[in-house]
């Protein structure tokens, strides 16, 4: 098979799986925090230049922005379960068929999620209870930011497809500029030009231009299975109906996810601009935790799918113990360190002592325990990357969505504090990570048995 290039494709398949897994992971982590980076900006030029009704209606957006995203992320993550299979199994023309249908299926996204986010944004801020003094902010960074869709799809799918053969540098070089772009851009347009959350949605989406137009040229521009030529785009109906039943259920556990934290964010909402601002400012911090982790939860789909396309069942078990190992280490130092050093870093975001005392009172509940969600991710990723991708979105509709749409029903009606509202994620994640654990473990006996047929046929 003609691979990309030997430097940058890589054979996961054999070899120390752990330092694979890091040297894998680490330009991932590093690649989704300057994602992060973003938002970051965001919310800290507004906090700081706009004030605190600023910083609530950009920092507010999060939880919408995902529950309408989070399904076509999940298409993406589709696309890389597919390549790297048909990269382990060495089918050069099942990854062709893969990267013309997956880059076809970005922009059509985009485009759809450009049309339903801008033209809902206000409705949806309504459904969701967002304060009146937000809402007319919240409602003008939601269109415009949803304006530059069609680009952040385009670059989800195009970086799956080199993460699928192991290259997870490049697209962390094209986030890099792009992130330098973006805080140039906030500070011109929020101090100079004084446009305030309209400034910082559009250097979010002139930025996500630069790194999907420059990382598709990556593809255009390779020389082996993985080129990408722009007159070929169209749909493969086997590749496609191979990304859906992989991607869509992924994507629906992410939505059911996000539709639990907009329910949440929706009771936060109750509490007012200020608790809404310290909410928002936490959980921009905590996203930061939470992409180091998923980093390596990513990285077992990978792993998982090349080993599955190759048929070396016997390393599965490496595959995710070592993910595991290294979610939870980072969990407890990341985690551990945001819970300890929680009131200096939201020091960063406001300088109202109110905005946050409620932000710290989120953070250190999620931050002290996210490694119990990191073993969620990674064990719910290794059995996407078996192939079994609607068993764990069942379990987290059941584990997570319904388990904290139940709480907030009952328990939070009970003592109406957001205390009673952020511990309901740490038990969500202990339910949900045991249940996965269960399944992952029928699973993997299943497969250890064909892996013996097949050596004895």
């Known amino acids: 098979m003609t691979q990309t290039r030997a430097d940058r494709s890589a ?4 070899g120390p799986m752990l330092q694979k897994i890091i040297l894998f992971s680490i330009p991932l982590a590093a690649s989704s925090i300057l994602q992060l980076l973003f938002n970051a900006a965001d919310v800290v030029v507004v906090g700081r230049f706009s004030g605190s009704t600023a910083l609530a209606a950009v920092g507010s957006n999060g939880s919408l922005i995902n529950l309408l995203v989070n399904l076509f992320v999940g298409l993406s993550l589709g696309a890389n379960v597919v390549a790297a299979r048909c990269f382990g199994a060495k089918d050069e023309h099942g990854i062709q068929d893969t990267v013309h249908t997956a880059v076809t299926l970005g922009l059509t996204s985009g485009v759809l999620l450009a049309v339903v986010g801008f033209f809902a944004a206000r409705s949806l801020l309504e459904l969701m209870s967002c304060p009146e003094d937000v809402i007319d902010l919240s409602s003008l960074y939601l269109k415009i930011y949803f304006i530059g869709m069609p680009m952040n799809m385009l670059y989800n799918f195009s970086s799956a497809l080199l993460r699928a053969v192991g290259d997870t540098k490049r697209p962390l070089y094209c986030l890099a500029a792009a992130g330098i772009i973006n805080v140039v851009l906030n500070l011109v347009f929020v101090i100079g030009f004084s446009m305030s959350v309209a400034g910082v949605a559009l250097a979010t989406i002139i930025s996500e231009t630069v790194s999907a137009c420059l990382v598709t040229a990556m593809l255009v521009r390779e020389k082996g299975a993985l080129h990408l030529d722009l007159h070929k785009l169209g749909f493969h109906a086997g590749t496609l109906k191979q990304i859906l039943l992989i991607g869509l259920p992924a994507g629906l556990q992410s939505t059911v996810f996000s539709l639990s934290n907009v329910v949440i964010q929706s009771a936060i909402n109750s509490f007012g601009s200020t608790v809404v601002a310290g909410s928002s400012a936490s959980s921009n911090l905590e996203g930061f935790v939470y992409t180091a982790m998923n980093a390596f939860a990513q990285a077992a789909v990978t792993f998982t799918s090349q080993n599955m396309g190759a048929r070396k069942y016997h390393n599965l078990d490496r595959v995710m113990r070592n993910c595991l190992l290294c979610a939870v280490v980072t969990g407890i130092l990341l985690g551990g360190g945001a819970a ?11 300088s109202d002592e109110a905005v946050i005392a409620a932000g710290y009172e989120r953070l250190w509940i999620i931050c002290g325990t996210y490694l119990l969600c990191g073993i969620m991710d990674t064990l719910a990723s290794s059995l996407r990357g078996l192939g079994y991708s609607v068993l764990p979105m ?7 969505c319904l388990l904290r749409l139940v709480w907030i029903a009952t328990i939070f009606q009970l003592n109406r504090t957001p205390f009673m509202l952020y511990i309901s994620y740490p038990i969500s994640w202990v339910l949900t990570a045991s249940v996965h654990l269960i399944c992952l473990l029928v699973v993997r006996r299943k497969l250890q048995k064909k892996g013996q047929n097949l050596q004895a046929a």
């Open 11 to 14: 054979d996961l398949t054999s």
């Open 340 to 350: 300890l050093a929680g009131r200096q870093l939201l020091h960063f975001y406001s």
């Open 394 to 400: 069942v379990v987290s509709l059941i584990g997570s």
